[in-house]
Structures are given as C-alpha cells and as structure tokens.
Nanobody, 118 residues
C-alpha cells in the first residue's frame, strides 16, 4: 500500500540545477523520516540527505548545494540540487521510515536518473 514515486531527474551540464520530487502515499507522512539516496552502478547506495519534523541532515559531499524539504499538504519530498557536478551523476531514490530516523529505511521508490555532464 505504501508508494513512493520520484520525478524530476534528467540531464544537465555542470553548474546547473535540478529539483527532484517524491510523492508519497499509504504512509503517515508527517512525523516520518524521509530521505534521498543515490547510487551509481557497481557502488553502494548512499544517503544524501534526510528530514524529519523540520530537522535536516545533509551529507558533506552536497553541503551548500543540495537542500531537502517537504510539503506536508502535498505529502511530497523535494531535493533541490544546485551547482551540480559530474560526480553527482547517479540514480536518486526516495526513502521513508515511519517514526524517528534510523540507519535503515522501510520504503523505497523506483528512482530517477540524474546525469551531469562536464
């Protein structure tokens, strides 16, 4: 019943921006820990940012460039990505865990591809 759907990915040149969206359904959005992960072929999936009740944690690799936010009225999670770099190229996934944040998540979206060219 839980559904997470990412959108907003695409191709952009270095220095450009993209805004990813994740629509959720079937979960209690408010109070849940929501996060963005990214993964490249042959590498492990890593967390980029997380948010819960306004509290945010962003990885050092994207600090100052990426901003995570959510719209409770729309049950939607966002990732604003600015000053994109080629190393940001990856498939980005939305993840959710009902309740407080932990190192693991219960639900995942299908992912959306982000490609940054130099």
């Amino acid at each position: 019943q839980v559904d997470l759907v990412e959108s907003g990915g695409g191709s952009v040149q270095a220095g450009g921006s993209l805004r990813l969206s994740c629509t959720s359904s079937g979960i209690t959005f408010v109070g849940s820990c929501m996060a963005w992960f990214r993964q490249v072929p042959g590498k492990e999936r890593v967390e980029v940012a997380r948010i819960r009740n306004g509290g945010r944690v962003v990885s050092n690799s994207v600090q100052g460039r990426f901003t995570i936010s959510q719209d409770n009225d729309k049950n939607t999670l966002y990732l604003q990505m600015n000053n994109l770099k080629p190393e940001d190229t990856a498939k980005y996934y939305c993840a959710a865990r009902e309740g407080s944040c932990r190192s693991t998540y219960s639900y995942w979206g299908q992912g959306t591809q982000v490609t940054v060219s130099s």
